[in-house]
């Protein structure tokens, strides 16, 4: 059985920072990641460097094959020690790459509406998702033909101002309707993104739709509320510190539902990052 | 091409490259970016009677040149391990040690002897710095009567080489090495991790939800080194050393203190194919000098 996930190197394309703290990365490798899907993720590193220590867990916002190889893009927001030195790489630097990890979103095929939710930043691997359901990636067969029963993908995203929004343009270009909301009213809705999602739930045909989330615990958690009593499939993107990023050092673990135990602790690299929300349990 | 074997107690391994426990889950996990037949040994996750879930989340922090880790000592159990890690084990051709932890000493008795005929096991490495849940939690390790104890119990149900891993949280490890030799043990193994302890300053809580945690990495490696030169001073076993091994020049700096083999633990998480590049350090350092066996180069300190 070929091996997918492996560790290999890639050379920055460029970094650019297209918002307060916001960046988005390429980079060009020559070898894996080939197949990396929406979900998945990558441990980074700049080549040579052991300050910061450990790698990072990035998301995967883009991935397109070209003739120089595998072009991977990554959205991210400097949050700490990590997230600042990758801000400070630049076109030629030499990266090392572990993945693509973790269990990506799973797309239910009898579910034609698709809704993503996100806060944040957790809009980069959603974007992606888009990106992939749009250009039916996996319906190689139906491409570029008119079906009966063509996707319906709606972008809900959050932020705490309209300053913070960022991936919009990408979201635009491959969703059927984007959906915005900001805390303080700057733009779109007034409140948070899942009471926008209320609000739209109303009016919608439950037995179509599927959920995907990404974002602020408080959001995922705020979300499991809402549909709690409503059967809408929702898988969530979680996210914790990492240090192996393989499911070795059992670090990233997070509590879930466990049918025997009632509860264990998974990994958020290997059993995730993508859980079922109903699977989730919170303090 | 030089000999690089060397014997831990009793266990022979072709190279003294080993990987720490904790840090190289169940072995499995690194298959795809090693040929894990090339390491001198593999101790896996440290096992206790009953499967633990482990400590709630947080659990690890990045610091300076390290990390600090409060897993907690989560493990499937030494039942599990046995009918769902070893099958897999058995299949390579390295030498499978088995760390095992207890809440009490007559725990550490128990799980020796479930592991001890199982086939594939090649030797114990046990972990005595585990808090004695019995005694107040001070930990196995932090007192010789406790660490005598452990280890007689360990040896009198298992005629497995007994490594016994010391903690260095302690006020003379060096003595607590003679006591523990002196209870049987075959060979240590030093430094398990220091307690360290990072807060977050914009929530004003710990990084870490059990507060405090273990630290490792190239920050822990001048004290790892320092305690293993004190303790092969005062030794007659063979001490392996952990802590802070990023490179083959670490490696080679336990070497020359005394240690007869080293183990490979945080480095794993910076690049998965850490182990090798060493190996393969080792072997470039040796060549270079035509140094045709590693004893050429253990404890050949001078000072």
Known sequence: ??????????????????????????????????????????????????????????????????????????????????????????????????????????????RNHVILLAGG???????????????????????????????????????????????????????????????????????????????????????????????????????SQLIESLDIPCQVSMEERMACGIGACLGCSIKVRDASLGWSYCQVCADGPVFDIKNLLWE | MPDLSVDIGGLKLKNPIMTASGTFGYGEEYAPFINLNDLGAIIVKGLSLKPRMGNPPPRIIETASGMLNAIGLQNVGVQAFIEKKMPYLRTLEVPVIANILGEDPEEYQRIAERLTPVPGVAALEVNISCPNVSKGGIAF?????????????????????????????????????????????????????????????????????????????????????????????????PVIGVGGIMDASDTLEFLIVGATAVQIGTANFINPQSTIHILNGLLAYMEKRHIRDIHELIGTLKC
């Open chain 1, 121 to 223: 930043i957790g809009v980069a691997p959603l974007s992606y998702f888009a990106e992939y359901l749009a250009k039916d990636l996996d319906r190689p067969e139906e491409r570029g033909e008119e079906t009966a029963s063509a996707r319906k993908v709606s972008f809900y995203l959050g932020a705490t101002t309209a300053a913070a929004l960022v991936g919009i343009e990408k979201i635009e270009r491959f969703c059927t309707e984007v959906r915005i909301s900001t805390d303080d009213g700057s733009a779109g809705f007034a409140g948070t993104v899942t009471e926008l999602l209320q609000q739209d739930l109303a009016g919608l045909d439950h037995r179509n739709l599927c959920l995907y989330s990404c974002g602020p615990a408080a959001m995922i958690r705020s979300l």
């Open chain 2, 141 to 237: 390790g932090a007192n010789p009567e406790s660490a005598i104890d452990v280890v007689r119990r360990v040896k009198s149900v298992t005629d497995l080489p007994v490594i016994v891993k010391l903690s260095p949280n302690v006020t003379d490890i060096a003595m607590i090495a003679e006591a523990v030799e002196s209870a049987g043990a075959d060979a240590l193994s030093l430094i398990n991790t220091i307690t360290g302890m990072s807060v977050d300053i914009d929530k004003r809580i710990p990084h870490l939800k059990n507060i405090t945690g273990g630290l490792s990495g190239p920050a822990i490696k001048p004290i790892a080194l320092r305690m293993v030169w004190q303790v092969v001073n005062r030794v007659k076993i």
């Open chain 1, 1 to 110: 059985m070929e091996k997918k996930l492996n560790l290999g190197s890639g050379c920055v394309i460029e970094n650019v920072n297209v918002a307060k703290d916001h960046f988005v990365m390429s980079l060009l490798l020559t070898s894996i990641c080939k197949d990396a899907l929406p979900g998945q993720f990558v441990m980074i590193r700049k080549q040579g460097v052991k300050d910061p220590l450990l790698s990072r867990p990035l998301s995967l916002y883009g991935v397109y094959q070209t003739d120089a190889g595998t072009v991977l893009e990554f959205l991210y927001r400097v949050v700490g020690k990590g997230t600042w030195a990758l801000s400070r790489l630049t076109g030629g630097d030499q990266v090392d790459i572990l993945g693509p990890l973790g269990k990506p979103f799973e797309i239910l095929p009898d």
